[in-house]
């Protein structure tokens, strides 16, 4: 990307959008980072050592005001990121934030997106937006099969995908909407906004105390490293043209996390990352009982050419190195 042309990141503080944040800084990009929350300080003084000019903008994306100073230099493209991943629990005692931070916000954003006259936007969604479709018999292509939301954050993830193309139509704006498969690795850490982490980070988590792994069953899902989801969005942000308006990002590959902690265990000794045994409770949570079907990417890689970089064994490798060096990300 040109140095000079500016991204804003939209809920940049959290997880995603820190490792975003992250791929665009190091090609020496300008970095914008809003969220209601600060950037952590560790993140902060890692990010600002990085080529790319990093500016921080703490504000609501509820409120029009905040969100103004935003575009305060000219900017090329926005990431809306901002999100809170809730669970049953949440969906049935705080169903207006759900929806406020998830749909309203981004219509918001968008509309200061539109009067800045900004190039491109790209609105993170989620694998969740197919919902109970997504436990089927196939792949999970962006038009097949059709998704059928049911819980408060899949269903404001597919309005979203609907708002952004029908206010991109109506405004005349450049608007693409990712479905991001299962995440883990660097930057993921307890914000409030997420109900559930990623079982890697828990079993990272485990290893650093010294505790035991249990895991239920041994899973099969398209989990996904981080820093291919940085790369693909930052493909899509400098892509000339794109030719559909929704794209898959994975890893590319089913993968179990439970074979990710066993491989863990091998380089960490005195770990132990096992199955339950008789009468044993699990330790880490797998998101559900069953696995869905994987997403299928040939659009995006039809269309930019993406590749994943990252397998078990080297997720495993850069991603215990950095939780070595950041232990802060792992304390309650």
Excluded at 97 to 126: C, F, P, T
């Amino acid at each position: 990307m040109n140095a000079a042309l500016t991204t804003v990141i939209f809920g940049g503080a959290g997880f995603i959008g820190l490792n975003i944040a992250e791929h665009l800084l190091e090609q020496n990009s300008s970095v914008v980072v809003f969220d209601a929350a600060p950037i952590p300080a560790e993140a902060f003084g890692y990010l600002s050592s990085l080529p790319g000019t990093l500016t921080s903008v703490q504000g609501s994306i509820l409120d029009p005001a905040s969100i103004r100073p935003a575009f305060a230099k000219p900017v090329d493209s926005i990431v809306y990121g901002a999100a809170i991943t809730a669970d049953a629990k949440r969906d049935a005692t705080d169903p207006e934030q759900i929806i406020e931070v998830n749909l309203v916000g981004l219509i918001r954003v968008m509309r200061a997106a539109r009067d800045a006259d900004v190039r491109r936007v790209i609105n993170l969604s989620s694998v969740s937006a197919y919902g109970d479709a997504a436990f089927g018999d196939k792949p999970l292509a962006e038009d097949a099969p059709k998704a059928d939301p049911i819980s408060l954050y899949s269903l404001t993830k597919f309005g979203s995908e609907r708002a952004a193309a029908r206010l991109g139509q109506l405004w005349d704006m450049d608007v693409r909407s990712v479905r991001l498969s299962g995440i883990f690795g660097r930057w993921e850490r307890q914000t409030g906004v997420r109900d559930t982490l990623s079982p890697h980070f828990q079993v990272m988590q485990r290893a650093l105390r010294g505790e035991p792994a249990l895991f239920a069953r041994r899973d099969q899902r398209d989990w996904t490293y981080a820093g291919d989801v940085a790369n693909a969005v930052t493909t899509l942000i400098d892509a000339p043209e794109l030719g559909h308006g929704l794209y898959n990002v994975s890893g590319n590959a089913v993968v179990s996390a439970f074979d990710w902690g066993q491989r863990l265990a091998d380089i960490t000794p005195g770990f132990d990352c096992r199955l339950v045994e008789k009468n044993e409770t699990p330790t880490i949570n797998l998101h559900g009982h069953e696995d869905r079907q994987p997403v299928n990417i040939s659009r995006l890689i039809a269309d930019t050419g993406y590749v994943p970089q990252f397998n078990t064994a080297r997720s495993v490798e850069e991603f215990e190195s950095w939780a070595r060096l950041n232990p802060w990300a792992f304390s309650d």
